[in-house]
């Protein structure tokens, strides 16, 4: 009788431990897809290729897939992040350069208060004429950032260097900001 209610006793730990076993596998973390509109799709990656991205969300067993041109990143069970698009909205904090607006146009800062008069180039290791103009956007922001403006006019952008040398870009502009009421 103590032999049998023994292996009872040990059948019911075995048991409880394959369960647990196998319990602890079903709740390993899944494959995450976040999409450009803030959604997150808990999933199993199946495959990622130039136009889709197909995977097979928890709990179910159906094979779904999604355009990559929506998602914004996938982030996989291992901790490894692939990133294809940049966030449709991002936080930022007042002040910041990001929130720096860039114009040619007069009438955008029509109203506003003159802040000063900047200029920027970017720096020598740029590797195309678009990151040129794009590093030397980035310092015209800072500095109107930097003297309290929401809004530039830049009323002059001139690319440097001719043909085999690095790119570089000069952009002269005025700062603005809102009126003080």
């Known amino acids: 009788m103590k032999n049998n ?17 196998n319990s602890l596998a079903q709740t390993e973390p899944p494959d995450t897809i976040f999409m450009l509109g803030g959604r997150k799709i808990y999933c199993k990656i199946i495959g990622v290729n130039s136009a889709k991205v197909t995977y097979k969300e928890v709990g179910k067993s159906k094979i779904e897939y999604v355009e990559r ?17 940049k966030p449709l909205v991002m936080d930022v904090e007042e002040g910041d350069y990001r929130t720096v607006i860039l114009t040619e146009n007069p009438a955008d800062v029509e109203g506003l208060v003159k802040k000063g008069e900047i200029m920027a180039e970017s720096n020598s290791n740029s590797g195309s004429k678009k990151s040129a103009l794009r590093n030397a956007e980035i310092r015209l922001q800072k500095q109107a950032s930097n003297l309290g403006a929401q809004i530039v006019l830049i009323t002059k952008k ?15 502009g005025v700062a603005y900001g809102f009126p003080a009421y």
């Open 69 to 85: 041109k929506q998602v914004q990143k996938i982030v996989y069970k291992s901790g490894q992040k692939e990133v294809f698009n």
């Open 5 to 21: 209610r023994f292996i009872i006793w040990i059948g019911i730990f075995i048991v409880s431990f394959l369960f647990a076993q």
């Open 158 to 172: 001139e690319p440097i260097g001719g043909y085999g040398e690095i790119p570089s870009y000069r952009l002269e």
